[in-house]
């Protein structure tokens, strides 16, 4: 059994030479308007290269959200451990009723978390204070 393998009218033979297609005088290259090629001097500007790049002294920061208000950093410790200890008191409770997460490695892993965001919290307290105590003298 033999497969011809070519469609007649485009065997190799029926190729015409790349040189003839590309002759300039052809009705699609005419309507071309084809842009100019950028000469040795323009590359930089195309790329943009002639202008200085931004540094961190050019570019400002971003915007402040209008929701974003300043707090002062005391307001802010009251905050976060109010937060944590009513976190604390809610993990303690559920542990008395039996309400919360039903897996025991989700409560160990729970409980990890907030032990250790109390250390942090006790640690946090000590450089205050030691920061005040120094600052005082």
Known sequence: MRV????????PSDLVPAEST???????????????APTLADWK????????????FAIGPPPRPPS????DAPARRLM???????QVVALEENAST???????????ALARMLTLLMRV?????????????????
């Open 80 to 86: 976060w451990r109010q937060m944590l200890d009513r």
């Open 68 to 71: 974003l208000e300043a707090q």
């Open 22 to 36: 590309r002759a300039g005088d052809n009705p699609f290259r005419a309507r071309m308007q084809l842009a100019p």
């Open 4 to 11: 011809n393998y070519t469609l007649p009218g485009f065997l």
């Open 45 to 56: 500007s195309l790329l943009r290269l002639d202008q200085p790049p931004p540094a961190a």
């Open 121 to 137: 919290r006790d640690v946090e307290g000590e450089v205050a204070s030691r920061y005040l105590a120094e600052a005082g003298s």
């Open 98 to 108: 039996g309400a919360g997460p039903a897996d025991s490695n989700d409560k160990r």
